[in-house]
C-alpha cells in the first residue's frame, strides 16, 4: 500500500472526523485550522442520523 500524506484544512467536527477515520486507517493526517486558540462558543449543535452512523462506524458516537 502506498503511504499518502493528507492535509485537511478546518478543524470543525468534519474536518475533526475525517482526520480521526484517516488515521485510524493508517494514513498521516495533518490537520490546518485557521483559529489561533480553540474556544467553546455558545451555540447549540445537532448532529443528524446521517452524522452519527459516521461517528458510529469509527467508535466516536459516544462523545456526542
Known amino acids: 500500500m502506498r ?4 492535509a485537511i484544512i478546518g478543524g470543525g467536527i ?3 472526523c475525517a482526520a480521526l477515520s484517516l ?3 493508517g494514513f498521516i493526517v495533518n ?3 485557521a483559529a489561533k486558540e ?3 462558543v ?3 449543535r ?3 442520523s446521517n452524522s452519527l452512523q459516521a461517528l458510529r462506524e469509527i467508535g466516536e ?3 456526542y
Open 42 to 44: 455558545e451555540a447549540g
Open 46 to 48: 445537532g448532529v443528524e
Open 23 to 25: 488515521q485510524q486507517k
Open 38 to 40: 480553540l474556544k467553546p
Open 31 to 33: 490537520l490546518y485550522e
Open 61 to 63: 458516537e459516544k462523545r
Open 14 to 16: 468534519g474536518g475533526l
Open 3 to 6: 503511504h499518502y500524506n493528507i
